[in-house]
């Protein structure tokens, strides 16, 4: 097995392979692939789809003299095979080693961490302008698909390299009908005409930018695309090569079903069923249901999505039956939260649905599109904490940061199904404020309790006791209620234990009683400490005769951690914060 990819150390080792040959090796790439993904998962269908091309690139140009920027990096599983990390595919104990997006800590021949989309073209004009500035001699290629070019950074990156860039610069669409889900947006009609007229259609959205443009039909052709590739490598001005690949390619059910093997988890290659399938309720069902029933008793009600619909449950037989009640923008979350505001605006009851770390890219229009104009816009976000992603590229443990210091905005931390439901029905009823809702994660937590969320930064007093007070922010309550168990079994006496809910603001009149006849609160954050809340409760209460202890992360990026080994870094568990506390409380 892998008899041509253990031949494979360096990319100069591929130019030394015959067309059978390198047929061959991406017989043996996907074997490789397989490896991996059936026991680990992993993106699975862009890595598929992009194999030949992928093969191509490095038969051509000579990375890392000519550098390579992948848009989002989730298919550049082959590319680390052909540089060096064919181990991390076909070696089980070496899958650590490897991340699923391009790391420059891990090879030459990555330039960027990658993680977000529509940022390849941007990033690859400020290669080649640093280049000619340097006067220097390379290709620089991005490459861009998985519906990535509705991102508005895409597009701004084509207006810039149509228009102010006079070198080489190659802009590589892979186009294979698809994003996540199904591909939205007018720029895509543009790709359909394209390649119904194997390219010569006068509807060329590349050419409207200024670019020069060349059409491969069989994007999955080896052949084709280095002859394709050979033609572009010394170019001396900025063209788009556009190829027409399959997703997927090479396996039946990730052809037939591409939304559902955009990414999978470990699965059984034979049956193409997935070894761990969620069981009973979550989260996720909670909200899909959610949406269901609100868009059948509020006729101006509309769920945003930027491309992300499995987040929610919104497959797309949930799409369907929502009607004109779902709208997918693209890979375009500024759009959404701008759109959102419209709707409000005028009258409408819209919801976004987006992961924390892609809504990051909305800070301008979280601020000046929705909160400078106060409008009742609902901004729900799923993986925010630090039990999901846990890649450098897409981390979510700043939702609750980026967001904090917006005037207007509302930020609800649900701990429990009931308090998520109803933190959900308030804000897509109540016209007052912009609400961002943090989705909580792991298993469902079911607490009955009533929470009026009328009344802005009102903490719920869940237990009253004496001496220590901890407050535990949304999916964190459940440490806070384990926390409060250990500490009356070990120090003796019951500390009071406090649902916020809210994360934008504090409950002074709560804290001003708790100063009175406490000697510490402890506050536990699901995510970075730096503008959360246990700074605002630390910060109003600085002038009391009070200690306040918070826990969370450090304001740092972090890359595929263990949980429980970061909650110990931290200082984030039972043993040590009883301890800290009992020697305050002496």
């Not at 595919?89 to 391009?102: A, H, L, M, P």
């Not at 992300?308 to 923008?329: A, I």
Request: overall charge negative.
């Amino acid at each position: 097995m892998y008899d041509i990819l253990n031949r494979i150390n360096s990319p100069a080792d591929v130019k030394e392979l015959n067309a059978v040959e390198l047929e061959g090796l991406a017989s043996d790439v996907r074997d490789a692939l397989f490896n991996r993904l059936t026991k680990i998962g992993g993106h699975f269908g862009p890595n598929f789809g992009i194999v030949e091309a992928t093969i191509a690139l490095h038969y051509v140009f000579s990375s890392p003299v000519d550098k390579i920027i992948f848009d989002v990096s989730h298919q550049s599983y082959t590319h680390k095979m052909l540089t060096g990390r064919k181990n991390g595919y076909i070696v089980d104990e070496d899958f650590s080693k490897d991340s699923g997006y391009t790391n420059p800590d891990e090879s030459e021949h990555d330039l960027f961490n990658i993680g977000h989309t529509s940022t390849s073209i941007s990033l690859a004009t400020g290669v080649a302008k640093a280049r000619d500035l340097k006067r220097e001699k390379y290709s620089v290629i991005a490459l861009i698909g998985d519906g990535s070019l509705s991102g508005g950074e895409a597009l701004e990156g084509l207006n810039v390299a149509g228009a102010e860039l006079n070198s080489n610069l190659i802009i590589i669409v892979n186009d294979n009908q698809m994003s996540i889900a199904e591909t939205h947006g007018g720029i895509y009609k543009s790709l359909k005409a394209l390649r119904e007229s194997n390219g010569e259609s006068s509807n060329n959205i590349f050419k409207a930018f200024g670019l020069d443009y060349m059409y491969v039909n069989e994007g999955n052709n080896i052949q084709k695309l280095i002859e394709a590739f050979k033609k572009v490598k010394d170019i001396d001005h900025p063209i788009v090569v556009h190829i027409n690949t399959i997703k997927g390619n090479g396996y039946k059910f990730a052809t037939e079903n591409k939304e559902a093997w955009h990414y999978t988890s470990p699965f059984n290659k034979e049956t193409g069923e997935r070894y761990y399938v969620p069981n009973g309720e979550s989260y996720v069902s909670i909200v899909k249901d959610f949406i269901l029933n609100k868009a059948k008793k509020d006729p101006s009600f509309v769920a945003l999505c930027p491309d992300v619909p499995g987040n929610f449950g919104l497959n797309k037989q949930v799409r369907e039956e929502l009607g004109e009640h779902y709208l997918d923008v693209g890979i375009a979350e500024e759009q959404a939260v701008a759109m959102a505001s419209g709707v409000a605006k005028n009258g409408g009851t819209p919801l976004v649905l987006s992961s924390a770390t892609f809504m990051q890219r909305t800070y301008d229009q979280v601020s000046h599109d929705v909160g400078i104009n106060n409008s009742p816009v609902t901004i729900l976000l799923s993986y925010s904490g630090m039990n999901d992603l846990r890649d450098i590229s897409h981390l979510g443990i700043f939702a609750v940061s980026t967001f904090n210091d917006i005037p207007n905005i509302v930020i609800l931390c649900p701990s429990s199904k009931d308090e998520l439901l109803q933190a959900l029905e308030w804000s897509t009823t109540q016209k007052e404020h912009p609400v961002i809702i943090v989705m909580p994660s792991g298993k469902v937590v079911y607490r009955e309790s009533k929470y009026d969320f009328n009344s802005i930064n009102k903490f719920e007093l869940v237990k009253k006791g004496e001496k220590v007070a901890l407050i535990g922010l949304g999916d964190f309550f459940t440490k806070a209620q384990f926390l409060a168990v250990e500490m009356k079994d070990k120090l003796g006496f019951e500390p009071t234990l406090i649902n916020p809910s809210f994360a934008s603001g504090v409950d002074k009149d709560l804290l001003d009683k708790l100063a009175l006849n406490h000697k510490v609160i402890v506050t536990l954050e699901n995510g970075v400490k730096d503008n959360g809340l246990g700074e605002k409760i630390a910060s109003y209460l600085g002038d009391k005769d009070i200690k306040v202890l918070n826990y969370g992360l450090e304001k740092k990026f972090i890359d595929r951690y263990e949980v429980e080994d970061l909650l110990e870094e931290i200082g984030l568990t039972s043993d040590k914060i009883i301890k800290r506390v009992s020697n305050l409380i002496k």
